[in-house]
């Protein structure tokens, strides 16, 4: 069997959001931990892509810099089987994730001058102009900057920039979230063009069910901090597992068989700060019953094989 | 025929600068009858916000409406003056934008500003109109509103508070609701609830809603019927169906081709090559003509333009491009 590039193992990120000291004292307030990422595991094998899914807060981002060591993680593993110059990220706002006063030439050529410093100025010129039109843009586009550019033209400027350093893994956080279906179309095949090409292995963050199933070899379904469901991509679509999952399949709105007389689906995400007891997501689960009040549900190799965490999938249970 | 509420003819918007006249909105015909949801949609930079904020009288100077005329309930109003205009707003016309805490002031209790809103607009007593408070954020599904309509905007959660701007902009029973981007920066659970309320409301008040955005997705859920924006352009305006399933302008074919689908593998997705052109460079003739695959020698020469329903596109029209 393949060994996965990437594994994940019972991974934790705890923040402090306590008041400042002072008010903590005055106030007689404790201290107050947000627990961000909370026992997550999945692996990723060489070559495919892994989807993160979820609402906001519920610890995609921070998942993704605990993977790229942004923020180290409070407990728990993760181990890269791979060669760590060999990780990039991409990033959400390709406004604000490229220096504005460097041209794109130095922008692009960053990675190869840090990872080969070797590199001569010749030779970065002609891999800046090759990989700019891998992207499709023009090797003439180095002598701009990047307010010159649209932001689907940008966002393909970051992703020249993480090809420079000859990645064989992308950290893609809401790659295209801040832009229009258009140009998401554009960018979204260009990423799937290089995967096909390079080899490359994506973990793809989006809140977005069907780019993800676009892009997805695998999804994970996140809720407060905790995966709560993760399968194959047609599975998770032909047989979600996860009452919350079901959720999320019926909410999004469907081009193609518009639900036009809706009853919404009650609540919103509680507060990480103090999330409810047992199974998070039970105020708002209809099949919950009292042991999800009191229980976590975990992964189980019983259960669906590992796929999904809940008592009612459990006992073979989807519906009211 | 019945007289709309919103009647938009020929609206033109115009930004003087340096370099010469930017025109945001060129030519702009709609109306949006009781009861009923006129989605727009297009891409960033398209005009909608500027449409939206003409008909509001909120251009930010130097913009302004070069040519055309706005009709609510038959009365111009794109000839008012700003006090007359400030009348109207709120009143007569009540607005939701995508950030609420834009609409909301962060001073002061959610219930106050309630208050305050329906007191300018109606003859209502303090205590009269903090009953009508209460009920306005029942109706809008805001939980246990004793104890909350004296709590401060940063107390709720963006959903909530996107829920009280909903009832500050019903404060006075408007006939038109102009919605900007309302649910885009709310969580999908989230914006089927406030996509739902907008609906009900609609249905049950007969308020005329514009609603501005540029998820077709939720176009096709809430929207009776659908303007598509392109340059500062109508592509095509039509019925929901129509405009989803039988889209006529290659833009709007291409628009809808390029979102992923929820039940079919696809292994591209449909492209339009290029970018929507800025307003200093806008082509001549068809705007969308560089871009698109059936340009014929017409599409550069004359500008196809539509004042009601269909597809501003040379093929609609005439059914040839040369
Ligand atoms: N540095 C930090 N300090 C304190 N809390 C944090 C910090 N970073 C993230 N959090 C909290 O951790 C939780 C998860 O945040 P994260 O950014 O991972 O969410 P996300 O899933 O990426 O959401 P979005 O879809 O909005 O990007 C949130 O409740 C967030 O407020
Ligand atoms: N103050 C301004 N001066 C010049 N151009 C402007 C100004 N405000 C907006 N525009 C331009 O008007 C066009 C339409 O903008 P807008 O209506 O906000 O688009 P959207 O469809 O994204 O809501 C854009 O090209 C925008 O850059
Ligand atoms: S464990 Fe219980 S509350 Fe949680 S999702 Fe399953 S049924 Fe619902
Ligand atoms: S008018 Fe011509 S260029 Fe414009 S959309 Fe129609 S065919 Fe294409
Ligand atoms: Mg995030
Ligand atoms: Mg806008």
């Excluded at chain 2, 924006?229 to 109508?234: I, K, N, P, Q, V």
Aim: glycine content about 8%; proline content about 7%; charged content about 25%.
């Amino acid at each position: 069997m393949t060994r996965p590039i990437l594994e994940v193992d019972a991974l934790e990120r705890r923040f402090d959001v306590s008041a400042p000291w002072l008010n903590r004292l005055l106030e007689r307030k404790p201290r107050r931990t947000l627990r961000a990422v909370d026992g997550v595991d999945f692996d990723i094998l060489p070559g495919q892509t892994l989807a993160l899914v979820g609402e906001s807060g519920c610890g995609k981002s921070t998942i993704a810099k605990l993977v790229t060591g942004l923020h180290a993680p409070s407990d728990g593993k993760i181990r890269f089987n791979g060669d760590p110059t060999k990780m990039q990220m991409i990033f959400q706002d390709p406004f604000a994730s490229l220096n504005p006063r460097w041209r794109v030439g130095r922008i692009v050529a960053e990675p190869l001058r840090t990872l080969f410093p070797d590199t001569t100025d010749a030779q970065a010129e002609a891999r800046v102009g090759e990989l700019l039109k891998t992207v499709g843009l023009s090797p003439a586009d180095a002598a701009k900057y990047p307010h010159e550019f649209s932001g689907g033209q940008r966002q393909r400027i970051s992703i020249a920039r993480a090809l420079a350093g000859e990645p064989e893994f992308l950290v893609c956080d809401e790659p295209t979230s801040a832009l229009d279906v258009s140009v998401q179309a554009q960018v979204l095949n260009l990423m799937k063009r290089l995967q096909r090409e390079m080899g490359l292995t994506y973990l793809f963050i989006s809140h977005d069910l069907s780019v993800v199933r676009h892009m997805a070899d695998v999804i994970a379904v996140m809720y407060l901090g905790r995966i709560v469901e993760i399968q194959p991509t047609a599975d998770l679509f032909a047989n979600p597992l996860h009452p919350y999952t079901r959720m999320l399949l019926d909410t999004i709105p469907d081009l193609e068989a518009p639900k036009r007389d809706r009853a919404p689906m009650g609540g919103e995400v509680p507060s990480p700060v103090s999330p409810p007891s047992g199974c998070t997501f039970h105020p708002r689960c209809p099949l919950s019953f009292d042991r999800c009040k009191r229980e976590l549900p975990k992964r189980t190799p019983d259960v669906h094989d590992r796929r999904v965490a809940c008592f009612a999938a459990a006992e073979g249970k989807t519906d009211v | 025929m019945t007289q709309p509420v919103l009647d938009v003819q020929g609206l033109r918007v115009e930004f003087p600068t340096r370099h010469g006249t930017l025109t945001a909105v060129d030519d702009i015909s709609l109306t949006i009858g009781r009861g009923e949801i006129l989605g727009v949609v297009g891409e960033s930079g398209a005009g909608k916000s500027m449409t939206g904020m003409a008909i509001l009288g909120l251009l930010e100077p130097p913009g302004r409406i070069a040519a055309g005329k706005i009709l609510l309930s038959g009365d111009r109003i794109d000839t008012l003056t700003e006090q007359q205009l400030q009348a109207v707003r709120g009143r007569r016309i009540g607005a939701i934008f995508q950030d609420p805490l834009t609409s909301l002031n962060p001073l002061f209790k959610v219930g106050d500003q309630l208050v305050e809103t329906i007191r300018l607009h109606t003859p209502m007593t303090r205590a009269q109109a903090r009953r009508r408070a209460i009920e306005l954020m029942q109706e809008v599904g805001i939980p246990a509103v004793e104890e909350r309509i004296d709590n401060y905007p940063h107390q709720f959660s963006g959903g909530m508070r996107q829920r009280i701007v909903i009832a500050l902009a019903l404060c006075a029973e408007p006939e038109l609701i102009i919605a900007d981007e309302p649910t885009t920066a709310l969580d999908v659970s989230i914006q089927a609830q406030i996509t739902a309320l907008l609906k009900r409301l609609c249905r049950e008040r007969g308020t005329a809603v514009m609603l501005v955005t540029h998820d077709m997705g939720v176009i096709a859920e809430t929207a009776d019927r659908v303007a598509v924006m392109y340059a500062g352009r109508l592509a095509e305006l039509g019925t929901v169906e129509d405009v989803v399933r039988r889209p006529q302008h290659p833009y709007t074919v291409g628009l809808m081709g390029s979102i992923p689908s929820l039940r079919r593998d696809e292994s591209e997705l449909q492209m339009i090559p290029g970018a929507m052109p800025r307003l200093n460079s806008i082509p001549s003739g068809c705007a969308f003509n560089p871009r698109c695959a059936q340009a014929g020698p017409k599409c550069s020469r004359d500008i196809p333009r539509i004042h009601g329903e269909g597809a501003a596109c040379w093929l609609a029209l005439e059914g040839a491009t040369a």
